[in-house]
């Protein structure tokens, strides 16, 4: 109930229980007082009645519009409440657009190099910490520039996004990190895993980039291929710091592409080519 209504019926309450008041009153001067007295009697009761009814319609009219205000600026604070919170879930939505963004290569939907070089120094102490494993792949698309020569960059871009999707649905693991890590380098990180495996992954990666079948002229087998390098840290192997696993795929991955490119590189085929243990 409002306060106008609550207010209204206190008084009619008030009201009433003059009038049985007055007209108990009334009925004991009928049989004991003049007859001119009842009739004053009867017409004060009346003017006090209509008195309290005018009271009672000048005390309404001002609380009626009151609460009529009142109800306008509740509403309006639960729409400015409502407006305030779906600004705080925009809010949200950009900022984690924006960090996406912020980590994310637009052409491939694949982390930037940046995410790469985050995620390698955090496993990289990590593992360090925990005498873990932990490996690098680096891939190139091989002649990409003669590709973009003969059909086009738009055309390279849909080669680009092509394989990183085909890399992308290789069973990497979710821990895995893929980022395209230059203009036609994809680099997985892959935490936990020993060059043995680093390998089987690798391979999976050129054999599912060979089944896509994109054709290319100035290829030397007619269509995209990748070449692949690998370096990896274990217990048996450790590096001073993660820019040297780094350095180390990517010799690899040059080792590769100089052995006539399609193939896979290791960090054990570096260390042989230069003669060390």
Known sequence: MSLSQTL??????????????????????ATTAPASMVVAAIALVLAAALLSWLLLRQLL???SGLEANLQALQQERV?????????????????????RVGLEDALTGLAN?????????????????TSLSLAVIMIDIDLFDEYNDSYGRMAGDKVLRRVGSAIRDTNVRPEDLLSRFGA???????????????????????????????????????RVTISIGISSVAPQRQVDE????????????????????????????????????
């Open 8 to 29: 209204q019926t206190r008084l009619s309450l008030a009201t009433a229980a003059m009038v049985l008041l007055t007209a108990a009153v009334l009925t004991v001067l």
């Open 79 to 99: 729409q400015l409440v409502e407006e305030r919170d779906d600004a705080r879930v925009h809010l949200e939505e950009m900022e984690k657009t924006l960090a």
């Open 113 to 129: 190099r940046r995410q790469f070089e985050r995620g390698l120094l955090e496993e990289f102490n990590r593992a360090a910490r």
């Open 184 to 222: 036609q380098e994809i680099a997985v990180l892959l935490p936990g895993s020993r060059l043995e495996g680093a390998l089987i992954v690798a391979e999976r990666i050129r054999k599912s980039i060979e089944l896509l079948d994109i054709p290319h002229s100035a290829s030397p087998t007619g």
């Open 61 to 63: 009219r001002p609380l």
């Open 242 to 277: 993660p820019e040297t696993v780094l350095r180390e795929a990517e010799e690899s991955l040059a080792l590769a592409k100089s052995a006539g490119r399609d193939c896979i590189r290791t960090v054990e085929d570096l260390r042989r080519m230069r003669g060390q243990a």
